[in-house]
T-cell receptor, first 109, second 112 residues
Framework: RKEVEQDPGPFNVPEGATVAFNCTYS??????FFWYRQDCRKEPKLLMS???SGNEDGRFTAQLNRASQYISLLIRDSKLSDSATYLC??????????FGAGTRLTVKP | EAQVTQNPRYLITVTGKKLTVTCSQN?????MSWYRQDPGLGLRQIYY???????DKGDVPEGYKVSRKEKRNFPLILESPSPNQTSLYFC???????????FGPGTRLTVL
């Protein structure tokens, strides 16, 4: 079983749609959680950190459920520019960050 | 501009021919690491370094070497590349003790 699992997609949604991604992790000692965005053939870039209380950044909302060991990302009012692969990242010490394989999103006109 | 640079960006080589991929960061970060990214597997850490002259293995270190003689540079060395090392490689850096990583643009390596 992978340490960080994501639905690979692809998710194909129309502009304006709301889309949600989930990610599960296996290490209960995990301490920090993130969503990274990766455009095709480019490097990953931090989208947002995920906090226990949940956090929002514009159209993006991230939530963490420690009891069930899953993280979610909600994108509202999808834009064409949101098309990318979204990577779930889990860290349980200063050295060790574990990446999910990513969920691919395509937003269509 | 704060950045992580990698060279070369693309490389096609043959089995057994030693190669080095360079990585440099201008943010004075202590922590640097190398990842490989393969379809369906996500990014997997090859080696990391917590500071100058301090390096350690990640999850998939076999067939790779690194060195950290200066804080800004962290080259990845493949002494005898094999086809299973064909992959997309990313270098990353961060301030030690923080979680936000800054990635280089990637090096696409093909070993024939």
């Amino acid at each position: 079983r992978k340490e960080v699992e994501q639905d690979p997609g692809p998710f194909n949604v129309p502009e304006g749609a709301t889309v949600a991604f989930n990610c599960t992790y296996s290490n209960s000692a995990s301490q920090s959680f993130f969503w990274y965005r990766q455009d095709c053939r480019k490097e990953p870039k931090l989208l947002m950190s995920v906090y226990s209380s949940g956090n929002e950044d514009g159209r993006f909302t991230a939530q963490l459920n420690r009891a069930s060991q899953y993280i979610s990302l909600l994108i509202r009012d999808s834009k064409l520019s949101d098309s990318a692969t979204y990577l779930c990242v889990v860290s349980y010490n200063n050295n060790d960050m574990r990446f999910g394989a990513g969920t691919r999103l395509t937003v269509k006109p | 501009e704060a950045q992580v640079t990698q060279n070369p960006r693309y490389l096609i080589t043959v089995t057994g021919k030693k190669l080095t991929v360079t990585c440099s960061q201008n943010m004075n970060h202590e922590y640097m690491s190398w990842y490989r990214q393969d379809p369906g597997l996500g990014l997997r850490q090859i080696y990391y370094s917590m500071n100058v002259e301090v390096t350690d293995k990640g999850d998939v270190p076999e067939g790779y070497k690194v060195s950290r003689k200066e804080k800004r540079n962290f080259p990845l060395i493949l002494e005898s590349p094999s086809p299973n090392q064909t992959s997309l490689y990313f270098c990353a850096s961060r301030v030690f003790g923080t979680d936000t990583q800054y990635f280089g643009p990637g090096t696409r390596l093909t070993v024939l």
